[in-house]
């Protein structure tokens, strides 16, 4: 273990390393770059310790068209005497289109376990050996550079975690998933952390590093999948495969199995919690005493100088300027938890009550909170600080404003929520009379139960009933679709109070939508009919639900075949 800020470069290798060890189970830098592989993931085949490939990025692309462009030697002497196999990659790479690629990165690649795990050789001794020369290794960590390290260290300096295993994190984050959205829900799991003082610096900075891992796995997850405890994750990124630690675990924890490798970054690859760059370090000044005289700071020239050794000692050490950027927060509303898009109308958005909205920034990435309301005011910093995904149980207002840990701030953003109301699915229903009296009586002909364009009372059966005064003996005859009645004909007529208690099996669970009741008088003028109807899941006798309250009715019963009706 080294301890103490490493020298830029070497730290820059050490992080491209860790990440190097998920991409291809090796250690040393030779090791892993000299790894290939073949079309297992649909992108052709995949080079060097980052697995660059023909994906949608092309990196692969990019580096075999540089070494052939400006170090054909190299690429000469690593296929030596397979002069055909040569001519044919430098077709490829020439004048090959990115899908065309594919299908030849496909047909180089062989089977491994029933997986197009490897490629075919000459081809992967002459990548191997390109890889591993001194010219394909520079373009490479320039790749790296330039696409994962530069993003991943510029958001590292904007948020207050400080060691090189919260740099790796990022870094890892980025080269496996190709960016970090949920940079504002970070920043407000660390104002968490360091509002904490019931933990120590060490501890915050581990519980950091857990925060990078587990917000770029699951707020920032792609095809979400049920687990074997149960909960939803990407199994490949956190659990692995119940046995494993997966990914993103092994680097929360700092150590772990990854597909029976064990993951060692301490012993393997220098990468630890100790702080990973000079600025990390603090900007507390220099004291030092020259005989009597206290020396606070110091001064080379107007540049004030932030750590100065004696022999091998550091006094004082870190930035005394800090970071800081004008750039503007970006964000964007997403509804999807299987993919990074955002919702087509950044402007409206229909949710069932306690669907998940995200709120995600987009590139090029700052470090930033985020604050919102839902009542339509314009939110200010005092506002509800965004800590995870929101929810909402109905219709309203959203406004966010996003503001970077340098104060910059994005335009409030306004979106309409709307919330679809919460329907239940039901079973059973029971339909109960309040009828007293000749005029205001319990009469029923026919009552339909509808989901959607489809009466179930048709399929239903009928579970108990009261006793029928009057009418029909068979109280069947309310689901047999009959709406019309004949002279001097009685409908079924409870007289007690309450009465009828008519349970009703649907067969299933159904998301009612509308509810139908018919009667009639056989003496010709309409009665009051008073009832309700409830609704139960389960049909245990303690659980009903009213869904419809006509027990204190002063309507007329319609004449047939219209009747009352409840749209639920």
Known sequence: MTTGVLPFSDLKIKVNLNTGFFETSGITENTQMAVTSGNHDDAGLSIGNLQFNFGQADRAQEWFKYMIDNHVSVVNSAFGANTTELATFKN???????????????????????EKRALVEPYKSAFATMLTSAEGKAKYYAMSDAYYWTPSYELFRHLSCKSRFSIASLFDVYVNKGRYYPVNLLVADFDAIDANGAIDATEKERQKNYAINYRGNYDNAVKPTENAWGGIDQVTFWHGDGVDDGRRGCMANQ?????????????????????????????????????????????????QISKLYLGTTLIGGGEVSPVTSSRVPKTQFRTNAGSYAGIPDQANVTLNSGDPLWIDCQEPFVGCRTYYTKDGSTPTTSSALYSEALTFTGSCTLKTLTVSVFGIAEAVKTLAVTVNPIITSWRYLKIQGYGTSIDTTTRIIEFE???????????????????INQGSTDVNTIKDGV????????PIWWSAVPNANVVIDLGDWYALTKLNYYSFSNAGDQRQNRFKVFASTTNNGTDWTLLWDMSANTTPQPILPSGYEKTL
Do not use: C
């Open 92 to 114: 490829v790479i020439n004048t090959y289109t990115r899908a065309n690629r594919i299908i030849w990165g496909d047909s180089i690649s062989a089977l491994v376990n029933g």
């Open 255 to 303: 150590e772990g199995n990854y597909y029976g490798a064990i993951y060692a970054p301490e012993t393997n690859f220098d990468i630890n919690q100790e702080p990973a760059t000079d600025e990390k370090v603090g900007s507390t000044p220099i004291n030092v005493n020259l005989g009597e005289i206290a020396v606070d700071n110091i001064f080379l020239g107007a540049t």
């Open 449 to 467: 139960a509808w989901h959607g364009a489809t009466n179930r009372m048709t399929t239903a059966t009928i579970l108990s009933n009261d006793a």
């Open 483 to 490: 709406k019309t009645t004949t002279t001097n004909t009685y």
